[in-house]
């Protein structure tokens, strides 16, 4: 079984930044697409980024530009750099595998 475990999130002013991580147990991360997706209250949940194990990148079209999804493989771990934050962009952020796991989420709340 893998287990995703996110960070990062807080509490941000419109404009500024926040990365957020997400640890991944187990040796098959490497072998895995990853993405991040969020869900604002009362709205469905939405792709934010993904990104496949080869390293291919894609972006909902609200975020690009302005955020940039990564990973690095020897620490199982993928992030999202989010930069020039806007109120829109609050909501729970999850991990997701394409192997069907969920992390737990992490809040992200942009002030305006």
């Known amino acids: 079984q893998v287990r995703l475990m996110e960070s990062g999130g807080g509490l941000v002013q419109t404009g500024g930044s926040l990365r957020l991580s997400c640890a991944a147990s187990?040796?098959?991360?490497?072998?895995?697409?990853m993405a991040w997706y969020r869900q604002a209250p009362g709205k469905p949940r939405e792709l934010v980024a993904g990104?496949?194990?080869?390293?291919?990148?894609n972006y909902a079209d609200s975020v690009k530009g302005r955020f940039t999804i990564s990973r690095d493989n020897a620490k199982n771990t993928v992030y999202l750099q989010m930069n020039s934050l806007k109120p829109e962009d609050t909501a729970v952020y999850y991990c997701?595998?394409?192997?069907?796991?969920w992390g737990q989420g992490t809040q992200v709340t942009v002030s305006s």
């Open positions: 997701h595998s394409s192997m069907g796991y």
């Open positions: 187990g040796s098959i991360f490497s072998i895995n697409g």
């Open positions: 990104i496949t194990s080869g390293g291919s990148t």
